[in-house]
């Protein structure tokens, strides 16, 4: 029976562990094969999540997560740039 509506979860690609979907980063796949940081959720394409948490990324990165999620290579670069779009805000310097 269907009970009344449950927040969606979305597994990790770094810790596995489920959260709540709205507050993790989905990243996503577009058709023509450009992987961004999805901030509104609606994006097209297939779509992956992680914490907001660096630690996850890199270990999503090192595990290959994203590769296995999205079914498809995914080069240095490519999480290079995942990377800074996600934590720019946390990994801004302290002083400058
Ligand atoms: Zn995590």
Do not use: W
Not at 45 to 52: D, F, L, Q, S
Request: proline share 3%; hydrophobic share 30%; aromatic share 8%.
């Amino acid at each position: 029976m269907k009970g009344q509506k449950k927040s969606p979860e979305r597994m990790c690609l770094g810790c596995r562990t489920t959260h709540l979907k709205k507050d993790m980063i989905r990243v996503v796949r577009s058709p023509d094969n450009v992987y961004s940081v999805d901030m509104t959720g609606k994006s097209l394409g297939r779509g992956a999540y992680i914490c907001r948490n660096e630690e996850c990324f890199r270990r999503a990165e090192r595990e290959h997560g994203f590769e296995r999620a999205f079914k498809s290579k995914m080069e240095a670069a490519i999480y290079e740039a995942l990377r800074k779009e996600i934590f720019k805000n946390e990994a801004a310097p302290e002083k400058s």
